[in-house]
């Protein structure tokens, strides 16, 4: 016996695939289990299903910085962040996760892969209905063996949640090689900020430029310390760091053979289009790392480098940044490839057994893909959004749906 039941003008499956019309059905638990094209002669509302939106990276606890006026230089703003969030107490931050989770919910995210720094969001999170990932954040460049095993032992999650968890090695010029190797022999799944400025490969190449003169005023650059000599991506791969659980953030500053080097180690890349805008950077070369076989997810960041702050924004301005790609693969960025960045592979699809998370837009007299790309353009509305098979009350769409009873 079904817990809930939905017939619809059209069920988006993925790109180039659809139900129309389209049945789903689902038991108590929020599991499908029904999924196939309607009969002809059911009654049907008029709605375009889709997967449940998957945020691949975010940091939901960071309040709002003044946006700049002028390109923004780097250093400036982390220190900006940093100020910002030692002022917030726990509950704050908790709050602010909260606060942004549900904004991203009404917008048809049911998954997110949240850069966790205080220990704060797993359980609000998991909460609201939302799966994905909590990574806890790790920094510490001047952390030998003995403290990067202590810390690790201290920030392991111990309340249960209902968000799968991983490490968040901060990044190459902010995390030591023992920090890094007590994470990957933790073997959670990791994400980790990777090549996203030249700065950081000067870094690691020489030992010198602004991130060493920072962790030298610091005190955290060892008296020892020698650099890595490549690149951020070849540097990730010494460490053990480049695997398919592993999600590389940004990636701005590829250096030759690192596509190669991500696409044969089955690591994913999550962009951040508000965050490219925020720093006036340049648009990496998706579609290249994509026909590579990478897999490459879309990401709010937080709203401290995301003036509009939102997966609806993500969407519009992949579109525009990568026209190449089209609707359908910006939203496949937007739910499998997110699912697979933050390895839930069951999220971000609807399939038999599988959660009940997605959301719904007016359908018209369209089949599905014409809804769909009217979506990711940002022309038609969320009207319904379900978790595990709930519809999420924090939604006043006024729409009701008729035939058949819903719960
Ligand atoms: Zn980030």
Known sequence: ???????????????????????????????LLVLRRASVRARLADLCLVPGLVNAHAHLQLPALPEPGAPHA???????????????????????????????????????????????SPVPLGRLG??????????GYHLGQTAARDLLRELRPRVPSALRWGWSPHAPYSVSPALFAAAVASRRPLAIHCAELPEEQEFLHTGRGPFAELLQRLGRLPADHRPSGCGAVQW???????????????????????VARIAASQASIAVCPGTIAWFRRNAPPVPAWLAAGIPVALG???????APFGMRAELAAALRLWPSLGPEQVLAMATVHGARALAC???????????????????????????????????????????????????????????????
Not at 23 to 28: G, H, I, R, S, T
Not at 130 to 139: Q, S
Not at 241 to 247: D, E, G, K, P
Not at 300 to 306: K, L, N, V
Request: aromatic letters at 6%; a positive charge.
């Open 74 to 120: 780097f250093l400036p703003w982390v220190g900006a962040v940093m100020a910002a969030r030692s002022a917030m107490p726990p509950g704050d931050l908790a709050a602010a996760a909260v606060a942004a989770a549900r904004g991203l919910l009404a917008e048809g995210v049911t998954a997110v892969g949240e850069v966790d720094a205080a220990g704060t």
């Open 345 to 407: 592979p069951g999220l971000g699809r609807l399939a038999l057994g599988g959660r009940a998370d997605f959301f719904a837009v007016p359908a018209g007299a369209d089949a599905a893909t014409e809804p769909v790309v009217a979506f990711v353009r940002g022309e038609r509305p969320v009207v319904g959004v379900w978790l595990g098979g709930r519809r999420w009350r924090g939604l006043r769409t006024g729409l009701s749906i008729s035939p058949p009873g819903l719960p």
């Open 300 to 306: 709010t960041d937080s709203r401290a480098s995301s």
């Open 130 to 139: 939302w799966r994905g990932r909590c990574y806890r954040e790790l920094v």
């Open 1 to 31: 016996m079904p817990a809930g039941q939905l017939r619809v003008r059209s069920i988006w499956l993925g790109p180039g695939r659809e139900l129309s019309p389209g049945e789903l059905a689902w038991d108590a638990q929020g599991r």
């Open 236 to 258: 990730l791969e010494r460490l053990g760091a480049l695997r398919r659980t592993t999600q590389l953030v940004h990636c701005q500053e590829l250096e030759p053979g690192d």
